[in-house]
């Protein structure tokens, strides 16, 4: 039999003058097969153009009849299995490796043994593994739809069940996931929106400036960093609800800010160990894992619902949360999307600052040259400034906060060249695509420069060979909602800490990336702070 690749029908429909005003159909059996589809007559850069229609009846008949015996084929091509124990899969494995923590290593392993592509059972979960830049827009974009479903915690899951309430943006699926999110991208993603969040990011940073400033003066390490960070995230984002009256509020809010910071960090050890275990099993044998974990779910729902209504007492018209308000979220809804969005603060721009802190320790060079290029800059160009973005988009190539992004398939596809059935779960490796030689020179570098453009032409990088590998925000229209405040969150506080210290870190060495359901660092980083002579 002749194989057909999606490449060479490329060529052979160019040749014939086949352009966007045509349209084929594919079938197999007598269905008609859709958006999965699309890549057999798209350009190698082109994102997701509409189907073409093809009149020429002898040509949709030849493609249709290729595509059948393609697909037929990749439809008996399984993907490649790692080899575990019945019911508990590779846990084993895992353990040895390091257990959950190291789940970034082992799945990088098992891409090595296996290839892009295959299918694992990890304790009760069962997923096809992908590492592939070219299949990731594939998977979050072009097959998700207008709703797509996401893997969630069974912990959390279960909570949610048997405590009987329903929650926010992260939970919420279908139609009544898509009515909010359109509307909070109007909020959160509309054009210009950065203008919004410059106050409280700049005010957050400063703040957290001023205090570290102190143990700068007396040349010691930063106490507690990690805690003061997740502080510092959750500021951020009770401020922006709260608006320009947050300077009036942030001293009776500051023991709230206090406690969230603390629970917060306990919720997310708790889930990452149930992670491991089925979690009714937990709830059953009532393990303290279990009793631990709904405690900590429990105080922080509990203080964040009773701060919701502080907050819209205490908020002028020129804040988010008046913002949603006004757009028609109201009463329950609008206390169950804020709950989550504070409870998701709390972890991921704080982790990343701790590692974009890490990293700049080790390069005195790159901060020296940030400090000369951002010093007499104003808020709005700071913002723009490249290096200073490339800066922590670098850091989360190499240290995602999420180093997986997860997917259930709407539809039967073929992902890598494999057949993977509708309904199974899609594990994204951010960890390792953003490591692999493949996608970037030098993949285990702290380079943020590798993002500039080359002189040659705008669509190439100095030391990025597939963009598409680093996507820490997601893509597609279930991306994360708060991106760009998380954006400006980082710019504006990494600029206002270059500005006023020279970075360092004694610990440096020891610090390895491991997982606690996002990516942290195996111990606390001993941070030192040197005042620049301005």
Not at 416 to 431: A, N, R
């Given at each position: 039999e002749m194989h057909t690749t999606p490449r060479t029908l490329r060529r052979f429909a160019r040749s014939m003058n086949f352009r966007n005003d045509f349209n084929v159909s594919f079938t197999k059996r007598g269905t008609i097969l859709g958006s999965d589809l699309r890549f057999l007559l798209l350009n190698d850069n082109d994102a997701a153009p509409p189907l073409w229609n093809v009149a020429n009846q002898g040509l949709s008949s030849v493609l249709s009849r290729t595509f059948a015996q393609d697909f037929g084929t990749s439809a008996r091509k399984e993907p490649p299995e790692s080899r575990g124990l019945p019911l508990l899969g590779s846990v084993l494995s895992l353990t040895i490796s390091g257990g959950a923590k190291k789940l970034h290593e082992y799945v990088d392993n098992k891409h090595q043994e296996l290839g892009p592509v295959f299918r694992d059972q990890i304790g009760p979960i069962e997923a096809v593994f992908v590492n592939s830049p070219a299949e990731y827009r594939k998977v979050l974009a072009d097959l998700a739809g207008n709703t797509p479903r996401h893997f969630l915690p069974e912990s959390w899951m279960l909570y949610n069940e048997i405590r009987v309430q329903n929650r926010g943006l992260l939970f919420m699926e279908g139609e009544e996931w898509w009515h909010y999110r359109k509307i909070l991208n109007k909020v959160m993603l509309k054009p210009g929106p950065k203008i919004f969040f410059y106050g409280p990011c700049q005010e957050a940073a400063e703040n957290l400036t001023k205090e570290w400033q102190r143990y700068c003066r007396i040349g010691c390490v930063i106490p507690n960093l990690e805690h003061r960070l997740y502080q510092w995230s959750i500021e951020v984002m009770l401020a922006a609800m709260i608006g320009s009256r947050w300077h009036v509020c942030e001293p009776r809010l500051r023991c709230d800010i206090e406690d969230l910071a603390t629970i917060l960090h306990q919720i997310f050890t708790y889930t990452s160990r149930l992670s491991m275990i089925p979690a009714k099993l937990a709830m059953?044998?009532?393990?303290?894992?279990?009793?631990?974990?709904?405690?900590?779910?429990?105080?922080?729902?509990?203080?964040?619902?009773?701060?919701?209504?502080?907050?819209?007492?205490?908020?002028?018209?020129?804040?988010?949360?008046?913002?949603?308000?006004?757009?028609?979220?109201?009463?329950?809804?609008?206390?169950?999307?804020?709950?989550?969005?504070?409870?998701?603060?709390?972890?991921?721009?704080?982790?990343?600052?701790?590692?974009?802190?890490?990293?700049?320790?080790?390069?005195?060079?790159?901060?020296?040259?940030?400090?000369?290029?951002?010093?007499?800059?104003?808020l709005e160009d700071l913002l723009q400034h490249q290096l200073l973005r490339y800066?922590?988009?670098?850091?989360?190539?190499?240290?995602?906060?999420?180093?997986?992004?997860?997917?259930?398939?709407?539809?039967?596809?073929?992902?890598?060249?494999?057949?993977?059935?509708?309904?199974?779960?899609?594990?994204?490796?951010?960890?390792?695509?953003?490591?692999?030689?493949?996608?970037?020179?030098?993949?285990?570098?702290?380079?943020?420069?590798?993002?500039?453009?080359?002189?040659?032409?705008?669509?190439?990088?100095?030391?990025?060979?597939?963009?598409?590998?680093?996507v820490p925000f997601a893509v597609g229209v279930r991306n994360c909602i708060g991106q760009r405040l998380a954006e400006t969150q980082l710019s504006l506080t990494l600029a206002q800490l270059i500005k006023n210290f020279k970075i360092q870190c004694e610990?440096?060495?020891?610090?390895k990336m491991i997982l606690r359901m996002v990516s942290v660092p195996s111990e606390s980083i001993k941070l030192k702070l040197i005042d620049r002579e301005i």
């Open positions: 059953k044998l009532r393990l303290p894992v279990w009793n631990k974990f709904v405690q900590a779910a429990d105080e922080v729902l509990d203080k964040v619902r009773k701060l919701v209504p502080e907050m819209v007492r205490l908020s002028d018209n020129d804040g988010l949360l008046q913002t949603i308000l006004n757009n028609g979220i109201r009463g329950d809804e609008a206390v169950r999307i804020i709950c989550d969005f504070v409870i998701a603060a709390g972890d991921t721009t704080s982790i990343t600052m701790q590692w974009a802190l890490l990293l700049l320790s080790s390069h005195p060079e790159l901060q020296d040259r940030l400090f000369n290029e951002i010093k007499d800059l104003p800066t922590w988009k670098e850091t989360l190539r190499l240290h995602p906060v999420a180093p997986f992004l997860t997917r259930y398939l709407p539809v039967d596809s073929i992902i890598g060249g494999y057949f993977v059935p509708k309904g199974d779960l899609i594990i994204l490796s951010l960890y390792s695509s953003g490591r692999d030689e493949n996608n970037f020179l030098r993949p285990n570098e702290f380079w943020p420069e590798r993002w500039f453009r080359t002189e040659k032409d705008s669509f190439t990088y100095r030391g990025v060979k597939d963009a598409r590998a680093s610990n440096r060495d020891r610090i």
